[in-house]
């Protein structure tokens, strides 16, 4: 099964990434992890990603998609494997398709978790994270139970400086300007399949395996 995992931030991809790469034994693919991989390793391709953030550019598209070959080619890949994080507009999503074509592995379904941008911006900003033990509540959706206090371990939580509502309003505007037009991309090849991202952790997860099941 070799798919793509579309959402905006705090859509849910990375969530429901974990819990269908463990169901599915197949690898999700996240292109920062390559990044950071990649650089830490001291690859060919390490290299010439480190050197363009290093000067403060970004990291090429004809590099991402040279990692992504290199990772798609493991055994663990054999499989299929879900792909988060990329592509994120319709220039990397024409350059994947052209590198699958010469592998003859084409995509065979894209999963898309559709979410409200107002639900979106209240699942982020409401975002608390325990500075002891990590735990993340939502003020709005999944509160602890004493304001400010982790209900595990009694520690202190706080709001992340990224998750204000300004830079997260920017950051959905990005995604609704470059990403959010893969969705029309991916329907011209048949290859889309919408799935409603509220609800129930375990409910959307249901509803992306049933579409996973069908790809």
């Given at each position: 099964?070799?798919?793509?995992?579309?959402?905006?931030?705090?859509?849910?991809?990375?969530t429901?990434?974990?819990?269908?790469?463990?169901k599915?034994?197949?690898?999700?693919?996240?292109?920062?992890?390559?990044?950071?991989?990649a650089?830490t390793?001291?690859s060919?391709?390490?290299?010439q990603?480190?050197?363009?953030?290093?000067?403060?550019?970004?990291?090429?598209?004809?590099?991402?998609i040279?990692?992504?070959?290199?990772?798609i080619?493991?055994?663990?890949?054999?499989?299929?494997?879900i792909l988060?994080g990329?592509?994120r507009n319709?220039?990397q999503?024409?350059?994947?398709?052209?590198?699958?074509?010469e592998l003859?592995?084409?995509?065979?379904?894209?999963?898309?978790?559709?979410?409200?941008f107002?639900?979106?911006?209240?699942?982020l900003?409401?975002?608390?994270t325990?500075?002891d033990?990590?735990?993340?509540y939502?003020?709005?959706?999944s509160?602890?139970?004493?304001?400010?206090?982790?209900?595990?371990?009694?520690?202190?939580?706080?709001?992340r400086?990224?998750?204000?509502?300004e830079?997260?309003?920017n950051?959905?505007?990005?995604?609704?300007?470059q990403?959010?037009?893969l969705?029309?991309f991916?329907?011209s090849?048949?290859?889309?399949?919408?799935?409603?991202?509220v609800?129930?952790?375990?409910?959307?997860?249901?509803?992306?395996?049933?579409?996973f099941?069908?790809?």
């Amino acid at each position: 099964m070799r798919t793509v995992l579309l959402g905006a931030p705090g859509s849910g991809k990375g969530t429901q990434g974990v819990v269908l790469s463990k169901k599915y034994d197949i690898p999700q693919i996240s292109t920062g992890d390559l990044l950071r991989a990649a650089v830490t390793e001291g690859s060919e391709l390490g290299k010439q990603a480190k050197a363009a953030m290093d000067a403060g550019a970004l990291v090429s598209d004809e590099i991402v998609i040279g990692l992504i070959r290199e990772r798609i080619s493991h055994d663990d890949a054999t499989n299929g494997y879900i792909l988060d994080g990329f592509p994120r507009n319709i220039p990397q999503a024409k350059a994947l398709d052209t590198m699958l074509e010469e592998l003859n592995q084409p995509l065979q379904g894209v999963v898309l978790l559709d979410v409200a941008f107002e639900e979106l911006l209240q699942r982020l900003t409401g975002r608390r994270t325990c500075k002891d033990c990590g735990a993340i509540y939502n003020v709005h959706l999944s509160p602890p139970q004493r304001e400010d206090e982790c209900d595990s371990c009694h520690g202190p939580l706080f709001q992340r400086a990224d998750d204000n509502a300004e830079t997260i309003g920017n950051r959905l505007n990005v995604y609704q300007e470059q990403t959010a037009p893969l969705v029309e991309f991916y329907q011209s090849q048949n290859k889309l399949h919408s799935i409603a991202g509220v609800g129930h952790v375990d409910a959307i997860t249901d509803a992306v395996c049933a579409a996973f099941d069908t790809i």
